[in-house]
T-cell receptor, first 112, second 115 residues
Framework: DGGITQSPKYLFRKEGQNVTLSCEQN?????MYWYRQDPGQGLRLIYY???????QKGDIAEGYSVSREKKESFPLTVTSAQKNPTAFYLC???????????FGPGTRLLVL | AQSVTQLGSHVSVSEGALVLLRCNYS??????LFWYVQYPNQGLQLLLK??????LVKGINGFEAEFKKSETSFHLTKPSAHMSDAAEYFC?????????????FGSGTRLQVQP
């Protein structure tokens, strides 16, 4: 089955720790995205990548980093610089402008 | 910069009643428009999208939406609500005239369906 997988489903971060969220797609999509979801605020764009080895900051990139070494993978690292990381993180991919963005099941990040 | 406004963070309807969820966008060029649904602790699923064809768009699960350029609106409707429609609904836009393709979301509307 084609789709997007995210792991883990739940992730706990200790203060000062970097954590990495995984996102993998087998849809052969060029573009991939990371969004953050907070209650009552909808989804906000963190980073996006339209091609391998290239990525751009979204609207709330501070405290996050990404890489795009393979077409199917777009991991997100939440660094210690992100002071309020508790949120639901969603990865998505698409083929082109106006096309459907397909979403993964999400990772919920909690701070210990 | 484009923006999306969803009027009403919570909407409650009776089973069998009309569902109307409102969405207005702000963009200098009519964007691509989407409605997504999210069930608790899950990802988003596309209900329908408007790209450039018919202004009345039909989607899954009996939902439809009408693009009205003069009102910059893309309201979501369903003639008869079902208990399984209870979820959070997001309106989103993406720009036509850039290559960014990222979505800008409204803040969401939680739909409750009363028996």
């Amino acid at each position: 089955d084609g789709g997007i997988t995210q792991s883990p489903k739940y992730l706990f971060r200790k203060e000062g720790q970097n954590v990495t969220l995984s996102c993998e797609q087998n849809l052969n999509h060029d573009a991939m995205y990371w969004y953050r979801q907070d209650p009552g605020q909808g989804l906000r764009l963190i980073y996006y990548s339209q091609i391998v080895n290239d990525f751009q900051k979204g609207d709330i990139a501070e405290g996050y980093s990404v890489s795009r070494e393979k077409k199917e993978s777009f991991p997100l690292t939440v660094t210690s610089a992100q002071k309020n990381p508790t949120a639901f993180y969603l990865c998505a991919s698409t083929t082109g402008a106006g096309e459907t963005q397909y979403f993964g099941p999400g990772t919920r990040l909690l701070v210990l | 910069a484009q923006s999306v406004t969803q009027l009403g963070s919570h909407v409650s309807v009776s089973e069998g009643a009309l569902v109307l969820l409102r969405c207005n966008y702000s963009s200098s060029v009519p964007p691509y428009l989407f409605w997504y649904v999210q069930y608790p602790n899950q990802g988003l699923q596309l209900l329908l999208k408007y790209t450039s064809a018919a202004t009345l768009v039909k989607g899954i699960n009996g939902f439809e939406a009408e693009f009205k350029k003069s009102e910059t609106s893309f309201h979501l409707t369903k003639p008869s609500a079902h208990m399984s429609d209870a979820a959070e609904y997001f309106c989103a836009v993406s720009e036509r005239d850039t290559g960014r393709r990222a979505l800008t979301f409204g803040s969401g509307t939680r739909l409750q369906v009363q028996p």
